[in-house]
Antibody, heavy 116, light 107 residues
Framework: EVQLVESGGGLVQPGGSLRLSCAASGFTFSSYWMSWVRQAPGKGLEWVANINQDGSEKNYVDSVKGRFTISRDNAKNSLYLQMNSLRAEDTAVYYC?????????WGQGTMVTVSS | DIQMTQSPSSLSASVGDRVTITCRASQGIRNDLGWYQHKPGKAPKRLIYAASSLQSGVPSRFSGSGSGTEFTLTISSLQPEDFATYYCLQHNSYPRTFGQGTTVEIK
């Protein structure tokens, strides 16, 4: 079964850091672009970042540039999102998705809450 | 950035109704657009890709059309499981941008 499972969310203080992980299974992970999409409480979906198959190309939405870093480990079939200098407005459910701009497989999401 | 303007933001409809949702791009995006369904507490689900191609496993009552700047998602006969929020998403350029969503509610 094709599956994406996120982990690593939680409560963090403003200015803090968190690392999200996404474990992929059921498909050849190294053959696909991967992305992170988030949804803040009561808001719509927002694309955050993507990464190409070998990790040599990465793209970010402006609001997270310089603070978030997307990465992957193809040997471990895993995608990551390192989030630094977190702000209240980063509070959201973060989804791992397969694809660079059109997303056919989604994880269930992991909640990140930035609050003091 | 390409702005995606979705309308309406919400609608009330009955089972069996035909429902149409529109997405307008601030500049031409060819057919680089998908439609997604999202229910509370669930993972979003892709319904349509490349503006008009039906995702495998998605019921044929869903259809997409358009190219350039104007796009439409149509549900030909609304079913109880279709009550959800729908989003368009452009992937013609960065940043990828979603429409603001259309919530389909029970009348």
């Amino acid at each position: 079964e094709v599956q994406l499972v996120e982990s690593g969310g939680g409560l963090v203080q403003p200015g803090g850091s968190l690392r999200l992980s996404c474990a992929a299974s059921g498909f050849t992970f190294s053959s696909y672009w991967m992305s992170w999409v988030r949804q803040a409480p009561g808001k719509g979906l927002e694309w955050v970042a993507n990464i190409n198959q070998d990790g040599s190309e990465k793209n970010y939405v402006d609001s997270v540039k310089g603070r978030f870093t997307i990465s992957r480990d193809n040997a471990k079939n895993s995608l990551y999102l390192q989030m630094n200098s977190l702000r209240a407005e980063d509070t959201a459910v973060y989804y791992c998705t397969r694809g660079g701009g059109t997303f056919d497989i989604w994880g269930q999401g992991t909640m990140v809450t930035v609050s003091s | 950035d390409i702005q995606m303007t979705q309308s309406p933001s919400s609608l009330s409809a009955s089972v069996g109704d035909r429902v149409t949702i529109t997405c307008r791009a601030s500049q031409g995006i060819r057919n680089d657009l998908g439609w997604y369904q999202h229910k509370p507490g669930k993972a979003p689900k892709r319904l349509i890709y490349a503006a008009s191609s039906l995702q495998s496993g998605v019921p044929s009552r869903f259809s997409g059309s358009g190219s350039g700047t104007e796009f439409t998602l149509t549900i030909s006969s609304l079913q109880p499981e279709d009550f959800a929020t729908y989003y368009c998403l452009q992937h013609n350029s960065y940043p990828r941008t979603f429409g603001q969503g259309t919530t389909v509610e029970i009348k």
